[in-house]
């Protein structure tokens, strides 16, 4: 761990789950927790006390294996969509930390995974610098993923902020703004275009080009939640796993997918080319309304 008197005042580390993390903290009672493993956001509070994202309670904290909840970043493949592990090896990996400021919006933590022995393994012959910008603000959270080939061979890379967003009931949820968007039901393995908002009545999982303007998360207690990204990201993800995939996943309680909806910045149905010297970033915001 750093030394903390490196960092901002709004900056600590901490332990978390007897792992190390860092928490970022605003006088308005808005914080953060980031992970040294995969440079995951593991807790998004308000100033109103709430919690913004769903984590397991089953999660493995482990050092290594992938954690079920908050925002992973899924770096250098999305899914299953190629060679390497699922999800891609960034999460499960320590990432260290490059820094921070403090501003007038906020505060801002930056955290760095490059290419090593252990990268290697899997990616024998690619270069890369990933890093990961986490700025919290009052009542918003955005992180910036961006991603430098300093090699001399191309590469190309698929990702996602695999965000799990805290919902009171996902019967009563609703996600406006995808309405007129070509989607991908992988349940199905149907392609159409949205109609309407997306709800949720089991298992749920749709790739979309992105929509041009931020979405709107509702909850039937009358939460907003406000989710845009930079366009940089051509897809978006919606996944709910639903009560039957749920209850076969061993590290979510059998009802934990009532809690929780995944809203993914993601490029997916385009690899992302990557020449020597290329540099690549993209964002996603979420602010309560």
């Not at 060679?83 to 260290?96: E, I, S």
């Not at 190309?156 to 007129?180: E, N, P």
């Not at 709910?240 to 995944?262: E, K, S, V, W």
Request: charged share 15%; net charge negative.
């Amino acid at each position: 761990m750093p030394d903390p008197l490196s960092l901002p005042p709004s900056v600590r580390s901490i332990p978390f789950h007897g792992q190390p993390a860092w928490q970022m903290a605003l006088p308005t009672g808005d914080t953060v927790i980031v992970a040294e493993q995969g440079a995951q956001v593991l807790s998004w509070t308000t100033a109103d006390g709430a919690e913004r994202f769903f984590l397991s309670p089953r999660s493995l904290f482990d050092g290594h294996s992938a954690v079920r909840g908050g925002v992973p970043v899924c770096f250098p493949q999305f899914n299953q969509r190629g060679p390497l592990p699922k999800h891609g090896f960034a999460r499960n990996l320590p990432w260290r930390l490059e820094g921070g400021e403090e501003g007038e919006q906020g505060a801002t933590l930056r955290l760095l995974l490059e290419d090593s022995e252990a990268t290697r393994r899997w990616w024998p012959e690619h270069a890369f610098a990933a890093r990961l910008a986490v700025t919290l603000g009052a009542g918003t959270l955005r992180l910036e993923l961006s991603v430098h080939n300093p090699g001399p061979t191309t590469w190309d890379f698929t990702a996602a902020l695999h965000g799990y967003l805290h919902v009171d009931d996902i019967g009563g949820t609703r996600l406006d703004g995808l309405d007129g968007q070509a989607r991908w039901d992988t349940v199905a393995d149907v392609r159409d275009v949205q109609h309407g908002p997306v709800t949720f009545a089991g298992e749920y999982d749709s790739v979309f080009a992105a929509a041009p303007a931020p979405l709107q998360l509702h909850q039937a207690g009358g939460g907003r939640l406000s989710i845009a990204q930079s366009p940089e990201w051509g897809n978006t993800v919606v996944w709910n796993p639903g009560a039957t995939l749920c209850a076969a996943l061993p590290d979510m309680p059998a009802d934990g997918y009532r809690q929780m909806l995944c809203v993914e910045a993601a490029c997916i149905d385009e690899p992302v080319p990557m020449a020597p010297g290329a540099r690549w970033s993209g964002w996603q915001q979420l602010q309560v309304l």
